[in-house]
């Protein structure tokens, strides 16, 4: 597959599930999940790290907490957003911005760059005894 279109791809893909997050983050959670909302933060952040991560990281750390810190960004931002609908629209269409909410998106956070860490350290030990097998 050419190099720029699969980098083209993986934006849209990127921009197409970010645009149904930000979609999903404004209305209001279905009655059956509300008891589960800290929950689903925290999920959510883990597996939108891990998407992202194993688009655009290629095992580099700095990328890593490039993408820690936009989704913490997301996160905080849609908060935000949530708030301000109300207002803007007059009508209630989501809840108020929650600092507890920003906790358990960084829980996710913290969650999925502590199974990445393992997997980089692993990474770099077996990169280093492949470096050792070629003497």
């Given at each position: ?16 599930c970010f645009g149904i997050s930000i979609i999903g983050f ?57 708030a301000y609908s109300n207002k ?48």
């Amino acid at each position: 597959m050419d190099l720029n279109l699969h980098k083209t791809t993986k934006i849209i893909l990127v921009i197409l599930c970010f645009g149904i997050s930000i979609i999903g983050f404004m209305l209001k959670l279905p009655r059956v999940f509300r008891h589960y909302d800290k929950e689903l933060h925290a999920a959510f952040y883990f597996f939108a790290a891990a998407f992202l991560n194993i688009l655009f990281t290629e095992k580099k750390p700095s990328r890593h907490l490039v993408i820690f810190i936009l989704l913490f960004l997301f996160g905080a931002m849609i908060e935000y957003a949530q708030a301000y609908s109300n207002k803007f629209f007059q009508t209630r269409i989501h809840g108020r911005f929650d600092p507890e909410d920003l906790w358990y998106n960084t829980i996710g956070l913290l969650a999925f760059s502590g199974c990445w860490m393992v997997y980089y350290l692993i990474f770099l030990i077996s990169k280093g005894n492949k470096e050792k097998a070629k003497f």
